[in-house]
C-alpha cells in the first residue's frame, strides 16, 4: 500500500472507511444519519454483533498498524538518541497492537491480513522528516479507530481498541515534544483523518 | 512493592479481603514513613476504581456513565486547581497545569452538554473534600515531584474509568467522545511522567492500569 497516497488521497481513506463500515464524508455525523439515529438521542445504534463485522473492521485496523511497524523500521535509520528509543519502543508497541489484532481475528473466526511485502513510503532524509511521518500515520490510526470504534459489537472490542487509540495519542505527545512543539495541543483527541 | 497491582477484578466486583490487606500494607508503608511514594499513591487509587467500577457495573444506562465522568472531570479539575494554587510548582509547571485544568474543563462541559442532550441531570458539582475519593493525599504533596506522581495517579484512574466505559456505552457519539477524552488524559500522562522521567508510554494498551 502506498502510505503517501493513504495519508493524501481521499480515495484510500475512502476505503479504509468503507471497509469500518464508517462513511468518510461527514465523518461520525454521517455515520449517525446513516444509522438513522438522532445526535441528540439515547437510542442505542445497535453495534453490529456480528463477527464478520468485525473481522473486517479489525483488519483494516491491523493494516495500519502494519504500515505504522514498517514506517517505525524505515524511520530508525534517521534517529538518534533517545528519540530512537523512543522510536524503538513505538514499532514495538505497534507491533503489539498487530499482534493484538490478529488473535482478535482468529478469535472470531476470521484470518487476519498480512503486512504488505513493501510500502512506499515518502523520502525521510531527515529525523524531522522521519517525526512529522510518524505522527501523520499516529494521527491518521487514531482518526480510523475512533471512526470505527462504534462499529465493534464486543464491548472488550471497543475497550481494546480505546487503549490503542490512546496509546498512539502518547506516541504523538512523545513525537511533538521532540520536535519541539506543543505536546497536548487539544482536549479533545480525534486525530486527522489526512 | 512497586509492583503491586491495584486490586480490582476483571468482572468488576472487589474483593474486599485484597483490598483489606492491600489497605493494611499501605498503612505500614505510611506508618514506616516512605511518605508519598509512588506504590503508596497508586495503593490509594483503589477507591475510585472502586467506585466508578460501581456506578458502570450497577447503570445500564449511558447517563450513569456520563454522571461519573462528569465528576471524575470536575474532580480533575479541583485537583489542578489545588496544585495551581501549591507553591509548589515552576512556572512552566503552573503553565502545564493551568492548560491540563483547561482540557478537563471542557471534557465536563461537553459531557454535561451531552447529558442533558440526553435528557439527564447533572451531578452535584464535587468539593475540594471529594478529591480523596479518586486519589488520597492531596494535602501532603510536598514537591513538584508529588504533584507530577499524584495527578499521575489521578490521570491513570480516569483513563482506567472511560476504558471500562466502552464496554458499556452504547451510544456511538458518547463512544467516540469517550475515547478522544481518554487519548486527551494519556497524552498528559507523557508530559507528568517525562517530568518526573518515567517511561512516557509504558504500555501499548493504555488502559489506565499498571502492568
Known sequence: MDVDSFLRDPHSRRRFFRMSGVSVAGGSAMFLAACGGDDTTSAPLGPDESDEADVEILNSALDLELMAVAAYKAGAARLTGSVLEAGKLFLEQEQEHADGLASAIKDAGGKPNRAKSAYDFPQLGSQNDVLRFAVDLENTAIAAYIDALPKLGKGDLRATAAAIVANEAEHVSVLLGALGEQQVPDAFVVGKAA | ?211
Open chain 2, 1 to 211: 512493592m512497586m509492583a503491586r497491582e491495584r486490586i480490582v477484578i476483571a468482572d468488576g466486583d472487589a474483593d474486599t479481603a485484597q483490598i483489606a490487606e492491600f489497605e493494611h500494607d499501605r498503612r505500614e508503608l505510611i506508618r514506616r514513613g516512605l511518605g508519598l511514594g509512588g506504590a503508596v499513591v497508586a495503593a490509594s487509587s483503589i477507591p475510585l476504581l472502586l467506585s466508578v467500577r460501581n456506578a458502570f457495573a450497577a447503570s445500564g444506562g449511558d447517563m450513569e456513565i456520563l454522571q461519573s465522568a462528569i465528576t471524575l472531570e470536575g474532580i480533575a479539575v479541583l485537583a489542578y486547581g489545588v496544585a495551581i494554587d501549591s507553591g509548589l510548582l515552576s512556572e512552566d509547571f503552573t503553565k502545564v497545569a493551568r492548560r491540563f485544568r483547561d482540557h478537563e474543563q471542557e471534557h465536563a462541559d461537553a459531557l454535561t452538554t451531552a447529558l442533558t442532550d440526553l435528557g439527564g441531570t447533572p451531578p452535584a458539582k464535587p468539593e475540594i473534600k471529594d478529591i480523596d475519593g479518586v486519589v488520597k493525599g492531596i494535602g501532603t504533596l510536598k514537591s513538584q515531584g508529588d504533584v507530577a506522581n499524584f495527578a499521575i495517579e489521578l490521570e491513570m484512574a480516569a483513563v482506567a474509568a472511560y476504558y471500562e466505559a466502552h464496554r458499556k456505552l452504547n451510544d456511538a457519539k458518547l463512544l467516540q467522545a469517550g475515547a478522544s477524552i481518554m487519548a486527551n488524559e494519556a497524552q498528559h500522562l507523557v508530559v507528568l511522567r517525562q517530568a518526573v522521567k518515567r517511561s512516557p508510554a509504558p504500555n501499548a494498551f493504555e488502559t489506565g492500569k499498571p502492568q
